[in-house]
C-alpha cells in the first residue's frame, strides 16, 4: 500500500519526505496550506483540497509525476516551466486535466508571458517510450508548457507547425491528440484559425534561457544564483570528484565534480541559433603539464587540440579554467565530444548561452543597426577602453596593460565593450561569471591592441589599439595615445602603422526587416536616463552614496515626477501642483520602477543595476539601468538572471 501524508502548514517537499519514500506517496493538501517541489518528484497521487497550492519550482525543467491528480475549483498546481506525468490505472483523466487548464485554469504556469499554454495529450494514442530522456508507458498524460502555435512541441512556432495543420486540416482530431495534430487554437477542431494563431507567434518559440551543466555533481545554484543542471545527457565516461580550494574561482562545488573518460559525449536539446559555448574545467589528480591532454569537439568542429587544464591553469592543480566558443546549432541540439589524448578527457561544467536576440528585443539590441552607427559605437568603445588603460597606468606608475585581458581583470569595464559592433561577435544574452567572462573576452579579436610596452607618456600619434581589419570592413577607428579616436580609412592607417591590410572583409549581409520601435520603451528609456543624470548630481552632492529612497534623488534635481511613470503601464500621470516634499512622497509610493541604489555607490561596478522596470504587467522584455549610466532593453528570462545576481526574483 502507499504511504500517505496529509499536508498543514507550508512545507518544502525535502523537509518532510525523503525522494525514496515519496516514490509511492500519496499527496493531500488542504486549508490555504502549500507544498513545493524543487527536483523532479514521483507521487502516488497528489490531492489539492481548499484553496490549497502546490508549485513545481522554476528552473532547469522538471518533471512531476504522479498517478493521479485532483484539484479543487479553488486550488492551484503551478507547473512553472516544468512538464506533468499521470500514469493513470483505469480510464484516461485527459478530459479532467485539460478542463483543468482552460476557462478558469487550475494548472497555471506563473513565469508564463502570455505566449505559452499547457499542451495535453494522451500517450494511449501517441505511443511514446519516452518522455525527456524518462521511460513512459501508454496509460500516461503528458503535459508540457509550451508556445502558442508551437504544435509540433519542438519548443518553436515556426513553418514546420503549418505543416501539421496541413495533413489535418478540417478535421475532428481525437480529443487526447488535438494539440499534437494541429489544434493550436485548442477548440477542438482543426482549421484555418488554427494557422492565425501561428501567424501571431511565428519565430517568437526560441527559447533563450541558457543551459548550464555541473558535469558529474548534483544541481545546484551558482555565486550568481545561476541554476546548473546536474550532470545529465552524458554518454560514456564516469563522474570523479575531489575536495577543497579552487583557484580562480569562488564557485568550488562546481569544480570539485567532474565527468572524465578516454571518449564521451554530451548531447542535450536546444533551440537552433547561435550561441556563446563555455567549457570549464579544473585538474584534479595530475601535479605537470602534458601527463593529460585532449581533444574536444562542438557540432561537428575541433575546438580544443591537446587542451592541457594544468598547463593552462599557469601550472596549478585544483585550479579553474574555462574556454569560449561561438557556434551554431542547426538540428536542435548541441553535441559536444571529448576524446584523450594523453591519459583521460575532463570536464567540469559546461555552459551554453544563446547570443541571438529574441524578436521583441532585436531592434534595441544594436545588432541591426546601419554601419555607420555601429562605427560610433565602435569610436564609443575604443574611448572607454583607452579610459580603463589610463585608470591602470595611475595604479601601475605610468605603464600600460600587457593586454585587454588584464585590463578586464583590473578595470570596472564591462566585456561586451571588447565585443567590436561591426565584427560578426555577437555577445551572450545571459550572465556570466567572472572566470566566463575571461574566456569570452580572451577569444576575442575584434580590436588589435599595441600598448603593451607603452606608458602614459606615449605621443599622441602612437595608436594604441584599433579595430581589426580583419573582421571589419571600410573606415576603422583607433585609439590613440592622447586618449583620442580617430577615423581613418584603411590605407593610411596601415601606412601610419608601417604595414598592409588584408583585404576587407565582406560587408555583413542585409539585416532582417526591423520590428517597430515601441514608442512606449523608448519613452521609459529616456524616463531612465533622466533618473541616471538626477542619479549623478546627487552621487556627486553626497560623497558618492546613492539615495536611500528613490524619491529622495528628486531633491537634488529638477527631474519631472513624470519621469516615474512607465508609460508601459496604465499609470496616471503625477497629481499637480505638488509640494517638493509631496513630489519625493508620491515617488516613493510609485511602483512602475523599481530602485535598488539604497546602499550603493559610486564605486559600485558598472552591471550593479539601480533601476528597473516593475514587470508585474509586462511580457516581452524590461528595460535596466545600470551603475554605469546605461540602460539596456533585456527580455525577460536574462532580466531574471541579471535581478537574481541583485538578490531579486521576478
Given at each position: 500500500m502507499p504511504a500517505h501524508r496529509h499536508l498543514q502548514g507550508t512545507n518544502h517537499i525535502a523537509e518532510w519526505l525523503e525522494p525514496r519514500r515519496l516514490l509511492a506517496a500519496d499527496v493531500v493538501v488542504d486549508g490555504?496550506?502549500?507544498?513545493?517541489?524543487?527536483?523532479?518528484?514521483?507521487?502516488?497521487?497528489?490531492?489539492?483540497?481548499?484553496?490549497?497550492?502546490?508549485?513545481?519550482?522554476?528552473?532547469?525543467?522538471?518533471?512531476?509525476?504522479?498517478?493521479?491528480?485532483?484539484?479543487?475549483?479553488?486550488?492551484?498546481?503551478?507547473?512553472?516551466?516544468?512538464?506533468?506525468?499521470?500514469?493513470?490505472?483505469?480510464?484516461?483523466?485527459?478530459?479532467?486535466?485539460?478542463?483543468?487548464?482552460?476557462?478558469?485554469?487550475?494548472?497555471?504556469?506563473?513565469?508564463?508571458?502570455?505566449?505559452?499554454?499547457?499542451?495535453?495529450?494522451d500517450n494511449a494514442l501517441l505511443g511514446a517510450t519516452a518522455w525527456r530522456e524518462r521511460p513512459i508507458d501508454m496509460s500516461t498524460v503528458i503535459g508540457h508548457f509550451t508556445w502558442v502555435g508551437d504544435v509540433n512541441l519542438d519548443d518553436q512556432v515556426t513553418g514546420d507547425d503549418y505543416t501539421i495543420i496541413?495533413?489535418?486540416?478540417?478535421?475532428?482530431?481525437?480529443?487526447?491528440?488535438?494539440?499534437?495534430?494541429?489544434?493550436?487554437?485548442?477548440?477542438?477542431?482543426?482549421?484555418?484559425?488554427?494557422?492565425?494563431?501561428?501567424?501571431?507567434?511565428?519565430?517568437?518559440?526560441?527559447?533563450?534561457?541558457?543551459?548550464?551543466?555541473n558535469a558529474g555533481g548534483p544541481a545546484l545554484l551558482d555565486s550568481l544564483a545561476r541554476p546548473f543542471?546536474?550532470?545529465?545527457?552524458?554518454?560514456?565516461?564516469?563522474?570523479?570528484n575531489f575536495s577543497g580550494d579552487v583557484l580562480n574561482t569562488v564557485d568550488d562545488a562546481l569544480f570539485?565534480?567532474?565527468?572524465?573518460?578516454?571518449?564521451?559525449m554530451l548531447s542535450r536539446a536546444v533551440p537552433n541559433g547561435n550561441y556563446t559555448l563555455l567549457l570549464e574545467f579544473a585538474e584534479p589528480v595530475h601535479t605537470a603539464a602534458g601527463q593529460r591532454t585532449f581533444d574536444v569537439f562542438a557540432e561537428g568542429n575541433q575546438v580544443l587540440d591537446d587542451f592541457d587544464v594544468f598547463a593552462a591553469a599557469g601550472a596549478f592543480q585544483h585550479a579553474a579554467v574555462a574556454r569560449s566558443?561561438?557556434?551554431?546549432?542547426?538540428?536542435?541540439?548541441?553535441?559536444?565530444?571529448?576524446?584523450?589524448?594523453?591519459?583521460?578527457?575532463?570536464?567540469?561544467?559546461?555552459?551554453?548561452?544563446?547570443?541571438?536576440?529574441?524578436?521583441?528585443?532585436?531592434?534595441?539590441?544594436?545588432?541591426?543597426?546601419?554601419?555607420?552607427?555601429?562605427?560610433?559605437?565602435?569610436?564609443?568603445?575604443?574611448?572607454?577602453?583607452?579610459q580603463a588603460i589610463l585608470l591602470y597606468s595611475n595604479e601601475n606608475r605610468g605603464r600600460f596593460p600587457p593586454d585587454l585581458l588584464t585590463l578586464l581583470r583590473t578595470q570596472d569595464i564591462g566585456y561586451e565593450s571588447f565585443a567590436g559592433p561591426r565584427t560578426s561577435t555577437l555577445t551572450p544574452r545571459g550572465e556570466l561569471s567572472a572566470l566566463e567572462r575571461d574566456a569570452f573576452v580572451a577569444a576575442l579579436d575584434d580590436f588589435v591592441y599595441r600598448g603593451a610596452g607603452m606608458n602614459n607618456s606615449a605621443p599622441p600619434e602612437a595608436v594604441v589599439a584599433y579595430e581589426n581589419p580583419s573582421r571589419v570592413a571600410?573606415?576603422?577607428?583607433?585609439?590613440?595615445?592622447?586618449?583620442?579616436?580617430?577615423?581613418?580609412?584603411?590605407?593610411?592607417?596601415?601606412?601610419?602603422?608601417?604595414?598592409?591590410?588584408?583585404?576587407?572583409?565582406?560587408?555583413?549581409?542585409?539585416?532582417?526587416?526591423?520590428?517597430?520601435?515601441?514608442?512606449?520603451?523608448?519613452?521609459?528609456?529616456?524616463?531612465?536616463?533622466?533618473?541616471?543624470?538626477?542619479?549623478?548630481?546627487?552621487?556627486?552632492?553626497?560623497?558618492?552614496?546613492?539615495?536611500?529612497?528613490?524619491?529622495?534623488?528628486?531633491?537634488?534635481?529638477?527631474?519631472?515626477?513624470?519621469?516615474?511613470?512607465n508609460p508601459r503601464t496604465d499609470s496616471p500621470p503625477p497629481p499637480t501642483p505638488m509640494t517638493q516634499s509631496e513630489k519625493?512622497?508620491?515617488?516613493?509610493?510609485?511602483?512602475?520602477?523599481?530602485y535598488l541604489g539604497a546602499g550603493q555607490r559610486s564605486s559600485a561596478r558598472g552591471d550593479t543595476v539601480i533601476v528597473y522596470e516593475n514587470p508585474q504587467t509586462i511580457s516581452d522584455g524590461i528595460n535596466i539601468l545600470f551603475a554605469d549610466g546605461s540602460?539596456?532593453?533585456?527580455?525577460?528570462?536574462?532580466?531574471?538572471?541579471?535581478?537574481a545576481r541583485a538578490g531579486v526574483g521576478l
Amino acid at each position: 500500500m502507499p504511504a500517505h501524508r496529509h499536508l498543514q502548514g507550508t512545507n518544502h517537499i525535502a523537509e518532510w519526505l525523503e525522494p525514496r519514500r515519496l516514490l509511492a506517496a500519496d499527496v493531500v493538501v488542504d486549508g490555504s496550506n502549500s507544498i513545493s517541489f524543487d527536483d523532479d518528484q514521483t507521487l502516488g497521487s497528489l490531492t489539492l483540497l481548499d484553496t490549497a497550492r502546490a508549485t513545481v519550482l522554476a528552473g532547469s525543467p522538471k518533471i512531476l509525476r504522479a498517478g493521479a491528480l485532483s484539484i479543487a475549483s479553488d486550488a492551484r498546481l503551478d507547473l512553472n516551466n516544468n512538464d506533468l506525468l499521470i500514469d493513470y490505472e483505469s480510464s484516461s483523466p485527459f478530459i479532467t486535466l485539460r478542463d483543468y487548464t482552460l476557462g478558469d485554469p487550475r494548472i497555471v504556469a506563473s513565469i508564463s508571458d502570455g505566449s505559452q499554454v499547457l499542451a495535453l495529450f494522451d500517450n494511449a494514442l501517441l505511443g511514446a517510450t519516452a518522455w525527456r530522456e524518462r521511460p513512459i508507458d501508454m496509460s500516461t498524460v503528458i503535459g508540457h508548457f509550451t508556445w502558442v502555435g508551437d504544435v509540433n512541441l519542438d519548443d518553436q512556432v515556426t513553418g514546420d507547425d503549418y505543416t501539421i495543420i496541413d495533413s489535418n486540416l478540417n478535421t475532428t482530431p481525437l480529443a487526447g491528440l488535438a494539440w499534437l495534430s494541429g489544434d493550436a487554437n485548442r477548440d477542438g477542431l482543426v482549421t484555418g484559425d488554427d494557422y492565425t494563431v501561428i501567424d501571431s507567434n511565428l519565430h517568437n518559440g526560441e527559447l533563450p534561457g541558457a543551459l548550464r551543466i555541473n558535469a558529474g555533481g548534483p544541481a545546484l545554484l551558482d555565486s550568481l544564483a545561476r541554476p546548473f543542471d546536474a550532470d545529465a545527457g552524458f554518454t560514456g565516461g564516469q563522474v570523479g570528484n575531489f575536495s577543497g580550494d579552487v583557484l580562480n574561482t569562488v564557485d568550488d562545488a562546481l569544480f570539485n565534480s567532474f565527468r572524465s573518460g578516454a571518449s564521451f559525449m554530451l548531447s542535450r536539446a536546444v533551440p537552433n541559433g547561435n550561441y556563446t559555448l563555455l567549457l570549464e574545467f579544473a585538474e584534479p589528480v595530475h601535479t605537470a603539464a602534458g601527463q593529460r591532454t585532449f581533444d574536444v569537439f562542438a557540432e561537428g568542429n575541433q575546438v580544443l587540440d591537446d587542451f592541457d587544464v594544468f598547463a593552462a591553469a599557469g601550472a596549478f592543480q585544483h585550479a579553474a579554467v574555462a574556454r569560449s566558443f561561438n557556434i551554431h546549432v542547426s538540428d536542435r541540439r548541441l553535441d559536444v565530444g571529448f576524446i584523450g589524448v594523453t591519459d583521460d578527457a575532463i570536464v567540469s561544467a559546461v555552459v551554453l548561452v544563446p547570443n541571438d536576440a529574441p524578436p521583441a528585443a532585436q531592434v534595441y539590441s544594436g545588432e541591426y543597426q546601419a554601419d555607420s552607427v555601429k562605427l560610433v559605437r565602435a569610436a564609443s568603445q575604443l574611448r572607454i577602453i583607452g579610459q580603463a588603460i589610463l585608470l591602470y597606468s595611475n595604479e601601475n606608475r605610468g605603464r600600460f596593460p600587457p593586454d585587454l585581458l588584464t585590463l578586464l581583470r583590473t578595470q570596472d569595464i564591462g566585456y561586451e565593450s571588447f565585443a567590436g559592433p561591426r565584427t560578426s561577435t555577437l555577445t551572450p544574452r545571459g550572465e556570466l561569471s567572472a572566470l566566463e567572462r575571461d574566456a569570452f573576452v580572451a577569444a576575442l579579436d575584434d580590436f588589435v591592441y599595441r600598448g603593451a610596452g607603452m606608458n602614459n607618456s606615449a605621443p599622441p600619434e602612437a595608436v594604441v589599439a584599433y579595430e581589426n581589419p580583419s573582421r571589419v570592413a571600410g573606415e576603422l577607428n583607433a585609439l590613440m595615445g592622447d586618449g583620442s579616436v580617430r577615423t581613418f580609412d584603411r590605407q593610411t592607417l596601415a601606412a601610419i602603422l608601417g604595414t598592409t591590410f588584408p583585404e576587407a572583409p565582406p560587408a555583413p549581409p542585409l539585416p532582417p526587416p526591423a520590428i517597430p520601435l515601441d514608442a512606449r520603451i523608448v519613452q521609459s528609456q529616456s524616463n531612465l536616463r533622466q533618473m541616471s543624470q538626477a542619479f549623478s548630481n546627487y552621487l556627486n552632492t553626497n560623497k558618492g552614496h546613492y539615495p536611500a529612497t528613490f524619491g529622495e534623488v528628486a531633491n537634488f534635481s529638477s527631474i519631472d515626477a513624470a519621469a516615474f511613470v512607465n508609460p508601459r503601464t496604465d499609470s496616471p500621470p503625477p497629481p499637480t501642483p505638488m509640494t517638493q516634499s509631496e513630489k519625493v512622497a508620491w515617488i516613493n509610493a510609485g511602483t512602475d520602477y523599481r530602485y535598488l541604489g539604497a546602499g550603493q555607490r559610486s564605486s559600485a561596478r558598472g552591471d550593479t543595476v539601480i533601476v528597473y522596470e516593475n514587470p508585474q504587467t509586462i511580457s516581452d522584455g524590461i528595460n535596466i539601468l545600470f551603475a554605469d549610466g546605461s540602460v539596456r532593453f533585456v527580455e525577460l528570462p536574462w532580466a531574471q538572471q541579471i535581478l537574481a545576481r541583485a538578490g531579486v526574483g521576478l
